[in-house]
């Protein structure tokens, strides 16, 4: 299966970014991760004296006979950290009308970021909920995986309303769920789900992804039209200056709630490099460093 | 082109400058966009009417003016363009003031018109194959007005053919072809009327008149007291006349039958009642006239008071016989009064009445010329009722544009 060539020019730009997990993975498969569990892998760290019910084979062997002392070698383990790229596909994500901006940096968001986490050896999914059904590819780390992504985003068209909530449920400890969305939707429910994830060690990170027109109004008189609601304002010039304090109130005020629900939230402009914007998410999370 | 209404082509312009204007100023509802965000907009409502320099829809709008002018231009009635060319219309006066000969100069202004009123007392067209007919005693009184009238009325039948039209009147304009009305009707050809005097018939002097009344008659004293001129040109009698008496009125005399009684006279007896008054040529005489017989038909030259006829006259040869039927044998005074010795006068007159042909006067001549330039028939409207092709093809056109309108409209939402 090959990746859409309009992908091509992004993957070239993250060819060897990696992006280091947050926080210390739980149980799993052998990854590039550092994890909670200490195991039998060749990164010595300490030695710790037997204690009885140790593991046997973790036992010194050599250190042992020099010393006549039991002592456990004691290495970090890695592991992998699952990551599920969350993509908001309702039809609000489908503006501007003629470019629809934001799906499409929503779109090249999700193949960077697979393709990045995937570079890490990390296993990636995606979920994007629909009005007619969910599309789910479970986190798989072959290399078809990014393609896969990248293909089915392709085919889907933003368009009606879909909950966010709901995907999220299932997720497992220790995995990692990006969530790509403009955040109009289910405010409030989504935000105590993410924290409720985080408390679980799943590593959120929320990318809002804003368009230039939404931050600056244009300036002429239209109805505005709500796409998921019956919702219609007029945008004229008496009212421009205060559509854009509310804007970006609220946008401040969502982005403080979602770093204090322990979340990674970054706001992205449809019109921005995906690729810089990628390096600025994975380079954040490496600066904060993992907290064990 | 020219339009034969071009009222509504004016209006139809103004209404379109007032389309354009509503369009440009209308309170529109603005344009509906999507946009995710406007629930943080406000809730204020524009109020102020937008106004546009430019239109918003210039194909609906140029639509909706182009449906007004054509349907101002169907009712506008487009005519093509006439050609350049003057007519002529002529006014031929046949009337008894007029030779019954027609000159040459007369001949080659017929030949040259494209139409050819003939006058009397009234107008009709004429045409090369009916003749120029006699005149005589008996042919009525001319009149201008009358001419005028029909010329008026039939110029703009003539308003496809031509860009002018040059009217010429061929008559010795008479005194008694003019009237009151004749400079008002002159004052609608709104142009120059070309005047071409002929010299008046020549005056025929009837064989003398006269009356063989009894010596108790009331209406010899009538006569007796208007003098002996009075019957110059007329021969009254009281009985049946007989056919001396009408060889003598066919040479040009007035042959005036005045029954004593009426009810001797061999006419149909339809009343029997009396008339309050009887009046003639503006002549009235108030009197308890026992009436009791209507005189055979002809022109009416007396009538009673309700309006039927009290006397009537009918041509006989060169000249014309009457018949009256207003009874004189009552008691007092009434055929000595004045009111009835010109009722008389006017009743055993000459026939047709009194002839004057003099020419009027040289200033009414030049009233009647009038200014120099010729009727253009771009400001004739042409006879009602006349088809315009052109007006059903524009009307059509509107129609079309009108039914594609909606269409397009509803395509730009």
Request: aromatic fraction near 6%; charge should be positive; glycine fraction near 8%.
């Amino acid at each position: 299966m090959p990746l859409p060539l309009s992908y091509g020019p992004l993957l070239d730009a993250l060819v060897g970014v990696s992006w280091p997990a947050r926080r210390l993975a739980g149980a799993g498969a052998a990854g590039s991760h550092p994890s909670r569990l200490r195991g039998l892998t060749a990164e010595f760290t300490e030695y710790r004296p037997y204690r009885q019910g140790d593991d046997a084979r973790r036992l010194d062997w050599k250190l042992l006979a020099r010393t006549d002392r039991a002592y456990l070698r004691i290495t970090d383990d890695h592991a992998i950290r699952p990551t599920i790229l969350l993509l908001d596909a309702s039809a609000s994500l489908a503006f501007p009308e003629d470019t629809h901006g934001k799906w499409v940096q929503g779109c090249r968001l999700a193949v960077g970021l697979a393709a990045v986490a995937r570079s890490d050896g990390d296993p990636v999914g995606l979920i994007v909920p629909g009005p007619s059904g969910e599309l789910r590819l479970p986190p798989r780390a072959h290399r078809l995986a990014v393609a896969e992504i990248a293909r089915a985003l392709d085919e889907t068209t933003p368009a009606g309303s879909a909950s966010l909530v709901a995907s999220l449920d299932g997720l497992r400890r220790g995995s990692r769920v990006v969530i790509i969305s403009d955040f109009l939707d289910e405010e409030q429910a989504l935000l105590e789900r993410a924290r409720a994830l985080f408390v679980l060690g799943v590593e959120v990170f929320a990318l809002h992804v804003v368009a230039e027109e939404e931050r600056i109004p244009p300036a002429v008189t239209r109805l505005a039209v709500d796409p998921e609601s019956p919702l219609r304002r007029t945008l004229h010039d008496e009212v421009r200056e205060g559509y854009v304090t509310n804007f970006t109130r609220w946008r401040s005020a969502l982005a403080e709630a979602w770093r204090r629900a322990g979340a990674e939230f970054t706001e992205v402009r449809a019109e921005e490099d995906a690729a810089a914007v990628i390096r600025r998410i994975v380079r954040g999370a490496a600066d904060d460093g993992v907290s064990r | 082109m020219t339009f034969a209404a071009p009222l509504w082509l004016a209006g139809a312009a103004s209404l379109s400058v007032g389309v354009v204007a509503l369009h440009l100023l209308a309170r529109r509802r603005p344009r509906s966009f999507v946009y995710p965000t406007a629930r943080f907009i406000p809730d204020q409502r524009a109020s102020a009417p937008a106004v546009d320099r430019r239109p918003s829809d210039l194909l609906l709008l140029l639509l909706r003016v182009a449906v007004i002018l054509l349907i101002g231009t169907a009712f506008a009635r487009p005519l093509p363009s006439p050609p350049r060319r003057t007519l002529r219309m002529v006014l031929l006066d046949r009337s008894r003031a007029v030779p019954h000969l027609m000159g040459d100069s007369t001949a080659a202004l017929m030949h040259q018109a494209q139409l050819i009123l003939v006058f009397d007392s009234t107008a009709h067209e004429w045409k090369a194959s009916s003749g120029m007919g006699d005149t005589s005693e008996a042919t009525p009184v001319g009149s201008l007005s009358a001419a005028l009238l029909a010329a008026v009325r039939r110029a703009p039948g003539l308003a496809t053919s031509g860009d002018s039209i040059a009217l010429q009147i061929i008559s010795p304009f008479a005194t008694e072809e003019w009237d009151e009305a004749t400079l008002a009707i002159r004052k609608l050809w709104r142009g120059r009327i070309d005047l071409i005097l002929v010299p008046v018939a020549p005056q025929i002097s009837p064989p003398a008149g006269g009356s063989d009344l009894a010596n108790d008659d009331p209406l010899g004293a009538t006569l007796a007291l208007l003098g002996p001129e009075s019957t110059r040109d007329a021969r009254v009698v009281r009985t049946r006349p007989g056919a001396v008496d009408s060889s003598w009125a066919a040479a040009g005399g007035a042959l005036v039958y005045w029954p004593r009684e009426a009810i001797d006279a061999p006419w149909h007896t339809v009343f029997r009642d009396t008339a309050g008054g009887v009046f003639s040529d503006g002549r009235v005489v108030v009197a308890p006239f026992l009436r009791t017989v209507r005189p055979p038909d002809g022109t009416v030259i007396a009538r009673w008071a309700d309006g039927t006829p009290a006397a009537t006259e009918r041509p006989l040869g060169r000249g014309c016989e009457r018949d009256v039927a207003i009874p004189t044998a009552i008691g007092g005074d009434l055929v000595l009064r004045h009111g009835m010795q010109a009722l008389t006068r006017g009743l055993v007159g000459p026939c047709g009445g009194r002839r004057t042909f003099a020419p009027v006067a040289d200033a009414l001549l030049d009233s009647l010329r009038g200014p120099p330039s010729l009727v253009a028939t771009s400001g004739l409207t042409p006879p009602t009722g006349g088809r315009v092709p052109a007006s059903g093809w524009y009307l059509a056109a509107a129609l079309v544009l009108f039914a594609a309108e909606p269409l397009l409209r509803r395509g730009r939402r």
